[in-house]
């Protein structure tokens, strides 16, 4: 079997905050980088050797990338920076407090733009610039995204440069963020629209992934920690 593991970033000062943040770059918190380290050290308990490390553009992904890398000993291992690995796009609302929106929009509606599958929050006059973004398409930047949008751009990612790395036989290493993960999850395990509402993933939590190395089908999920 082939090993997959996943990992979300470390609070960020905008966990910290309480407020949305999407494809905005914001810093970890003294917290999260100790969540990254514990992260790694629970990793390194596995013994795990990583081919490849895979992380956004955004930086408090590859910060917690970095230091989980240098907890296991595996600083040496190439890692890939995509933006199709970016936090969901949360439009209008990043920079917003979760709790001032649910005042403002109501929190049947702040609900289904965070947790439902297909809804869109409000979107963006114009989409994200910026040197980390050159070398993405405009009309593949978005205003906002839904969580199965996130997935749409997620999934070629995936396709191209991480299945076939584990169909080789090669133990691949992700650290994204809390909707990225959640789209990639349901894909993983085929988890339905309605259900997708339920999943959470935390910060700083390693999730160890047993796959056939013929199929990728999943034979054990662990939760590190």
Known sequence: MVKLVLIRHGQSIANQDNVYTGWSDVPLTDLGRQQARQAGKLLQQTGLQFTAI????????????????????????????SWRLNERHYGALRGLNKEATKQQYGAKQVALWRRSFDSIPPKLSQPD???????????????????????????????????????????????????????????????????????????GQPLLYDLDDC???????????
């Open 54 to 81: 895979h992380t956004s553009v955004l930086s408090r992904a590859i910060v917690t990338a970095n230091l989980v890398a240098e907890e296991i000993g595996q600083l040496a291992t190439p890692i890939y920076k």
């Open 129 to 203: 610039t910026g040197r980390r973004y050159d070398l993405v398409p405009w009309t593949s930047r978005p205003l906002a995204e839904s969580l199965a949008q996130c997935q749409k751009r997620l999934l070629p990612y995936w396709q191209d440069q991480i299945a076939p790395r584990l169909l080789q036989g090669q133990n691949q290493l992700v650290v994204a963020h809390g909707s990225s993960l959640r789209a990639l999850i349901k894909y993983l395990e085929e988890i339905s629209d309605q259900d997708i509402d339920g999943l959470e993933v935390e910060n």
């Open 215 to 225: 199929t990728l089908a999943i034979r054990q999920k662990i939760v590190l920690g």
